[in-house]
């Protein structure tokens, strides 16, 4: 099983920009795709992004779109989300996870991912 480690969050006004990143344990990060959800208090758990194992392929959730990057450094076994123009509504707990496979095969389906990391809190103020 790997273990997924995300860097801490934190609060940044409107119109800002962080970087998260998760780092994972073991030698296979580079066999498979992996993705960034959110939850935010009193809803459930969304699709954020996603990328393909060798990094040719991403997937945004409509609300992120052209706001939000992943890609990822298989050498550091690392995937990063970078996020910009940030909104309140933004304000969640964010979750890296593995996917079950290679490729972004239903990649906003929960379910498609085995591991999932700790969460890391996000504050966007207004």
């Known amino acids: 099983q790997v273990q997924l480690v995300e860097s801490e969050g934190g609060l940044v006004q409107a119109g800002g920009s962080l970087r998260l990143s998760c780092v994972a344990s073991?030698?296979?990060?580079?066999?498979?795709?992996m993705g960034w959800f959110r939850q935010a208090p009193g809803k459930e758990r969304e699709f954020v992004a996603a990328?393909?194992?060798?990094?040719?392929?991403?997937d945004y959730a409509d609300s992120v779109k052209g706001r939000f990057t992943i890609s990822r450094e298989n050498a550091k076994n690392t995937v990063y989300l970078q996020m910009s123009s940030l909104k309140p509504e933004d304000t969640a707990v964010y979750y890296c996870?593995?996917?079950?496979?290679?490729?972004?095969?239903?990649?906003?389906?929960?379910?498609?991912?085995?591991?999932w990391g700790q969460g890391t809190q996000v504050t966007v103020s207004s």
């Open positions: 990328i393909r194992w060798d990094g040719s392929r991403t």
């Open positions: 996870a593995r996917s079950a496979g290679r490729l972004l095969t239903e990649p906003r389906k929960r379910a498609t991912y085995t591991d």
């Open positions: 073991g030698r296979t990060f580079s066999s498979y795709a």
